[in-house]
């Protein structure tokens, strides 16, 4: 069965379905709060926040099915400051700015344990080793792949294979270089200029195939559309070095997607539970906590500033009345898209 094509850390989505709360192969726990609020959109709801590698969830106790994912790759800003909280009043919260395509969205996250710092370290200190270790997931060109004549391994990597006398195809005449295949990536550079290179991390390869090209027989590596859509050429003589090159990327590619190396390392203190460890019963709060029939999550998390009353009326030909008017930058179409998306 074909993983799906990863959209945890890319993506901010909100009342997933239970089978996208579930973690995906690599992704690992790294902490749980099992008293946070939504402030911004679910106030005076108890909920249970945990952040992965990759992303934050957040879902009510009391229904489950209110929740949040936020990817870390839509993080922009992570800040303190104080908000009006349902249950705890006026504290200090967690502020989380992201943005999502064109759509920028705030959330805000009150731990209700008072004096515990840990709802700001856990996220702070993730979010900051996923910025760290974006060479794992993104591919990347031209980059300091080499020092000192030797090539610049990340953390958890190996090298399996040395390939030399690579040709990359990519203009007329070819440059002639070297393969590094690890267990996380393809590196090429070339011999003459170590900075024309290129990794392209497993996470971001589509097919890695044998083909025709107007060189003779090359390898051919086709790349994500979310990396770019690359199609990368490389010409290996003899045909059996090339075909054993091509064998060893696909097989190591292949185990890879089976259990994928993010690169984001993290330890806290206190070692989380399983999600299965902590399904549990709803918690019976001494807080009412009314819902509404119908919600809105868009407008609830839109960043919006701090709007204190509501901008003029003005008349909108598309609709036929009057609305309040827009911010600069959005249009009534657009908005109809986000919802439709």
């Given at each position: 069965?074909?993983?799906?094509?990863?959209?945890?850390?890319?993506?901010?989505?909100?009342?997933?379905?239970?089978?996208?709360?579930?973690?995906?192969?690599?992704?690992?726990?790294?902490?749980?709060?099992?008293?946070?609020?939504?402030?911004?959109?679910?106030?005076?709801?108890?909920?249970?926040?945990?952040?992965?590698?990759?992303?934050?969830?957040?879902?009510?106790?009391?229904?489950?099915?209110?929740?949040?994912?936020?990817?870390?790759?839509?993080?922009?800003?992570?800040?303190?400051?104080?908000?009006?909280s349902?249950?705890?009043?006026?504290?200090?919260?967690?502020?989380?700015?992201?943005?999502?395509?064109?759509?920028?969205?705030?959330?805000?996250?009150?731990?209700?344990?008072?004096?515990?710092?840990?709802?700001?370290?856990?996220?702070?200190?993730?979010?900051?080793?996923?910025?760290?270790?974006?060479?794992?997931?993104?591919?990347?060109?031209?980059?300091?792949?080499?020092?000192?004549?030797?090539?610049?391994?990340?953390?958890q990597?190996?090298?399996?294979?040395?390939?030399?006398?690579?040709?990359?195809?990519?203009?007329?005449?070819?440059?002639?270089?070297?393969?590094?295949?690890?267990?996380?990536?393809?590196?090429?550079?070339?011999?003459?200029?170590?900075?024309?290179?290129?990794?392209?991390?497993?996470?971001?390869?589509?097919?890695?195939?044998?083909?025709?090209?107007?060189?003779?027989?090359?390898?051919?590596?086709?790349?994500?559309?979310?990396?770019?859509?690359?199609?990368?050429?490389?010409?290996?003589?003899?045909?059996?070095?090339?075909?054993?090159?091509?064998?060893?990327?696909?097989?190591?590619?292949?185990?890879?997607?089976?259990?994928?190396?993010?690169?984001?390392e993290?330890?806290?203190?206190?070692?989380?539970?399983t999600l299965?460890?902590?399904?549990?019963?709803?918690?019976?709060?001494?807080?009412?906590?009314?819902?509404?029939?119908?919600?809105?999550?868009?407008?609830?998390?839109?960043?919006?500033?701090?709007?204190?009353?509501?901008?003029?009326?003005?008349?909108?030909?598309?609709?036929?009345?009057?609305?309040?008017k827009?911010?600069?930058?959005?249009?009534?179409s657009?908005?109809?898209?986000?919802?439709?998306?």
């Open positions: 069965m074909a993983v799906e094509p990863l959209w945890e850390d890319r993506d901010v989505r909100f009342d997933v379905s239970s089978s996208q709360m579930k973690m995906r192969p690599g992704e690992k726990l790294i902490d749980q709060l099992d008293a946070v609020e939504d402030t911004k959109g679910n106030n005076g709801d108890r909920g249970r926040l945990m952040v992965t590698n990759l992303r934050i969830i957040w879902h009510s106790i009391e229904m489950p099915r209110a929740n949040l994912s936020i990817g870390f790759n839509c993080v922009i800003g992570i800040s303190t400051r104080t908000a009006q349902k249950l705890r009043g006026t504290v200090e919260a967690l502020y989380i700015l992201c943005k999502c395509g064109s759509t920028r969205f705030e959330f805000i996250f009150t731990n209700l344990v008072p004096g515990s710092p840990r709802l700001f370290t856990s996220i702070i200190s993730v979010h900051r080793a996923y910025e760290t270790s974006k060479m794992y997931r993104d591919l990347k060109l031209r980059g300091a792949l080499i020092k000192d004549k030797q090539v610049r391994l990340l953390p990597e190996q090298i399996y294979d040395k390939v030399n006398g690579v040709w990359n195809l990519s203009s007329d005449q070819g440059n002639l270089g070297t393969f590094y295949i690890t267990n996380v990536r393809l590196m090429w550079h070339a011999n003459i200029n170590e900075s024309f290179n290129v990794s392209i991390p497993y996470l971001q390869m589509k097919t890695v195939k044998i083909r025709d090209s107007k060189f003779g027989i090359a390898l051919v590596v086709e790349t994500t559309p979310m990396s770019g859509g690359y199609v990368l050429g490389f010409r290996i003589d003899p045909m059996e070095k090339l075909q054993a090159t091509a064998k060893m990327i696909q097989n190591l590619h292949r185990v890879y997607s089976a259990c994928p190396i993010f690169g984001v993290f330890e806290v203190d206190e070692k989380p539970q299965e460890e902590n399904t549990r019963a709803p918690i019976q709060d001494d807080v009412e906590v009314e819902y509404d029939s119908q919600t809105d999550a868009f407008a609830a998390y839109f960043a919006d500033g701090n709007k204190e009353k509501d901008r003029e009326p003005v008349f909108s030909d598309e609709l036929g009345l009057a609305v309040e827009l911010k600069d930058g959005f249009t009534i657009g908005l109809w898209e986000v919802i439709a998306s």
